[in-house]
């Protein structure tokens, strides 16, 4: 089978080979993918950068994996013993091991039944951004109806699911962007969108009962003015350029921030389970939420589809095509 693979760090290093299809273990699946999608993490997982990847055991001086990609959508070509939930031949969504590739393994726990109404491009786009901006609304940040939520980097891929998943649960969404994707956000349903490039949410006076940071570059001083006094706080990541100082800053001061009346600060790390999935999916199905794609590439093209991502200002998601001709 071909596949995407990466036996050292650097996007220069990735190379689509033919490898050996995997036999799925215990309680595993065997994908035939026909589309997946990119994630911020397989930047880091490929580059090795920050440094601090490498320190994750994820390989100190090459990738300890060299197989890349972990969103998809496909079909079940082959289960292993223990699998309950699933049978061969149906179509799935998730987050498996080396989703760039014509095959992937994906644990029973990590899939889905595929909304019937998506095509693969598009349901691929769903596990972990989708996943990640549910937890970190609903498990870490609490939210409640009626509360006012910010989505700071609305535009990017977890951004656009969290500003529907937040109005879907009733929340008054703010949501801060670039000048591009002012548009767009306010079709998902934003209240109101903020153009980051004019005006800063941290100096305008409004307050929050929850602030999300998908993608920021503000100090954790800086979200906490911008917090009601039971507020609550979630970083999930900021910009590459800005991430180890923002994980740090929440990590070290997030619990003085925390002590200040009753507000809460929470470092996010989602967990993608087949709960969840099936929660997005029910979202879906009822036309609460609507994923968002910026950019196709076929699987050949990994490479310039992660440097597109890494160059920033993507609106939603990119995709990776595996099987061209999904049905609708």
Known sequence: MKAIVCTKYGLSALQLKEIEKPIPKDHQLLIKVHA???????????????FLVRLMGMGFFKPKDPRTGADLAGVVEAVGNGVTQFKRGDEVFGRGDGAFAEYAL????????KPASLRFEVAATVPVAGVTALQALRDKGGIQSGQKVLINGAGGGVGTFAVQIAKALGAEVTAVCGTRHVDMIRSLGADHAIDYTRE???????RYDLIVAVNGYHSIFDYGRALNP???FVMIGSSNAHMVWALMQTALFGSLISRRGERKVVLMSATINHEDL???RSLIEAGKVTPVIDRTYPLNEVPEAIRYMDAGHVGGKIVITVVLGDKV
């Open 36 to 50: 997946a999608s990119v994630n911020s993490m397989d930047w880091h997982l490929i580059t090795g950068k920050p």
């Open 106 to 113: 994906v644990g029973e726990k990590n899939l889905a039944l």
């Open 200 to 206: 800063d949410f941290t100096k305008n006076g409004e």
């Open 230 to 232: 039971k507020g609550v």
């Open 278 to 280: 099936v929660f997005l």
